[in-house]
């Protein structure tokens, strides 16, 4: 069986040529790893002449960067043994370096905002979650509708708003 980062991988290089650069946003929680792969991959097609994409924004759900240590909470069977090297990651660093410009909306952060311990708080009535959960997507929407105005204005050489340090709290 293939990791999940291998099919993308696959599915890229088998990917008919495209007229066009794919701009892709990427969406994370916890630290980032994915997105160091795929900026490693983009980076790998490049050298051998194939850019079917390009990473152009990041989003995170996630505040806490720097949690490596909490990162393997069972989540998938490819990431079961920690990596010392990525001990200090930080992927913020990276989009830094690079000019990628990155968002956050801290989930947790949201749900306290709304009265309530985080997104996993028992408290939370049933009808209410997914009331809760679509009122955060709204605000992820407006996040995004944002960062694709700027793009827009970006290809059109008007004056924008820096959004790398754009971070939303309710």
């Known amino acids: ?21 794919m701009s892709v946003c990427i969406f994370t929680s916890d630290a980032g790893f994915n997105a160091l792969d795929l900026i490693n991959m983009q980076d790998e097609l490049n050298k051998s002449g194939q850019n079917p994409f390009e990473v152009s924004f990041l989003f995170s759900d996630n505040n806490d960067f720097h949690n490596y240590s909490n990162y393997f909470k069972g989540q998938s069977v490819f990431y079961q043994q920690i990596n010392p090297v990525l001990a ?36 939370i009535p049933v009808e209410e979650r997914s009331v809760l959960r679509n009122a ?24 924008h708003s820096d959004l790398s340090r754009f971070s939303v709290l309710q």
């Open 136 to 159: 955060y997507y709204e605000e992820v929407e407006k996040i995004l509708s944002l960062y694709s105005m700027i793009k827009f204005l970006n290809l059109q050489n008007q004056p």
């Open 88 to 123: 200090d990651f930080d992927i913020r660093n990276l989009l830094l370096e690079r000019n990628i410009p990155n968002a956050t909306l801290d989930i947790d952060e949201f749900y306290i905002s709304c009265g309530y311990k985080s997104k996993n708080d028992k408290s």
């Open 1 to 21: 069986m293939l990791a999940p980062l291998e099919k993308l991988r696959k599915y890229l290089i088998d990917m008919p040529c495209a007229e066009k650069t």
